[in-house]
């Protein structure tokens, strides 16, 4: 497989995994999940039970609610911190990095991918700072959100994915 066929499968995968999160917040609404989740538990054999407290997380609502949502998120978080690095190192082997530094989104993905890789909090750095603001989508990063965490507010899961797709369609149009 050469390295832009890798490149590609990395964001399929990525996408992927969110969609596959994205299922477990619907499948955890389901009352009787619960139930056919133990079903299927039960019917597994004991060498495949690795983690004894799973069926009590499955049954415990509140504790099923966090922990789905925070895979969902986990899965943005790994997705945007991932490809950001691979799609940039991928740039420079083959000598397009100024066509992926040209890119509307480029300067707004680095500083979310800075913040997703950290605290979860906009802590710019000088670099960074002297970009600001940056807009894309519709959604701008200023100097007053320094310190401050990253709200959905200001970046829904629906921006999060639109930039992933774009990234990829950039790829897919222009680089590859």
Request: glycine letters at 2%; one cysteine or more.
């Given at each position: 497989?050469?390295?832009?066929?890798?490149?590609?499968?990395?964001?399929?995968?990525?996408?992927?995994?969110?969609?596959?999160?994205?299922?477990?917040?619907?499948?955890?609404?389901?009352?009787?999940?619960?139930?056919?989740?133990?079903?299927?538990?039960?019917?597994?054999?004991?060498?495949?039970?690795?983690?004894?407290?799973?069926?009590?997380?499955?049954?415990?609502?509140?504790?099923?609610?966090?922990?789905?949502?925070?895979?969902?998120?986990?899965?943005?978080?790994?997705?945007?911190?991932?490809?950001?690095?691979?799609?940039?190192?991928?740039?420079?082997?083959?000598?397009?990095?100024?066509?992926?530094?040209?890119?509307?989104?480029?300067?707004?993905?680095?500083?979310?991918?800075?913040?997703?890789?950290?605290?979860?909090?906009?802590?710019?750095?000088?670099?960074?700072?002297?970009?600001?603001?940056?807009?894309?989508?519709?959604?701008?990063?200023?100097?007053?959100?320094?310190?401050?965490?990253?709200?959905?507010?200001?970046?829904?899961?629906?921006?999060?994915?639109?930039?992933?797709e774009t990234a990829q369609s950039f790829l897919l149009r222009d680089v590859v």
């Amino acid at each position: 497989m050469d390295a832009s066929s890798a490149l590609i499968g990395q964001y399929r995968t990525a996408l992927n995994r969110i969609q596959l999160a994205y299922a477990t917040l619907i499948l955890r609404s389901y009352p009787d999940i619960p139930s056919a989740f133990d079903a299927i538990h039960d019917a597994m054999g004991p060498e495949l039970h690795l983690f004894p407290e799973v069926k009590r997380l499955v049954h415990d609502k509140k504790t099923m609610k966090i922990a789905c949502e925070d895979l969902y998120m986990l899965a943005y978080r790994s997705a945007l911190t991932e490809l950001f690095p691979l799609t940039k190192a991928y740039c420079h082997a083959t000598s397009q990095i100024d066509k992926l530094k040209a890119q509307p989104w480029f300067a707004f993905w680095r500083i979310l991918r800075n913040c997703f890789a950290h605290d979860m909090a906009f802590n710019f750095n000088p670099a960074e700072s002297a970009m600001l603001p940056v807009t894309w989508s519709g959604v701008t990063i200023d100097a007053s959100m320094n310190g401050k965490p990253l709200t959905h507010g200001k970046m829904s899961y629906a921006k999060m994915h639109e930039l992933i797709e774009t990234a990829q369609s950039f790829l897919l149009r222009d680089v590859v």
